[in-house]
């Protein structure tokens, strides 16, 4: 099971982007997916996550200007982001619990895509 995270770059504050993760590989369906994020000198953080219905989690930093989603049928998962704010700055990371064909169930992680906003 593989994660591809692509979207990152740079920004200006106040700006939008989008991130998106598509999971590929021996995948038999999927269950929670999300995003994580580290700033240089910070630990890792949740910053949203959703659920294969449709339940979304947010980091308080990032309510009402991040919304997660996803597309089953893709196997992708999505972060829109809006206001962005320097402190947004950091290396972002999809996770998905992912149930193959052989019927494991694996925590993936993508391989991390940097965005920078600027002021």
């Known amino acids: 099971v593989q994660l591809q995270a692509c979207g990152g770059g740079l920004v200006q504050a106040g700006g939008s982007l989008r991130l998106s993760c598509a999971a590929s590989?021996?995948?038999?369906?999927?269950?929670?997916m999300g995003w994580h994020r580290q700033a240089p000198g910070k630990e890792r953080e949740l910053v949203a996550a959703?659920?294969?219905?449709?339940?979304?989690n947010y980091a308080d930093s990032v309510k009402g200007r991040f919304t997660i989603s996803r597309d089953n049928a893709k196997n992708t998962v999505y972060l829109h982001m809006n206001s962005l704010k320097p402190e947004d700055t950091a290396l972002y990371y999809c996770?998905?619990?992912?149930?193959?064909?052989?019927?494991?169930?694996?925590?993936?992680w993508g391989q991390g895509t940097q965005f920078t906003v600027s002021s």
């Open positions: 996770n998905a619990d992912v149930g193959t064909v052989a019927g494991r169930w694996v925590n993936a």
């Open positions: 959703i659920t294969a219905g449709g339940s979304t």
């Open positions: 590989g021996s995948i038999f369906s999927i269950n929670s």
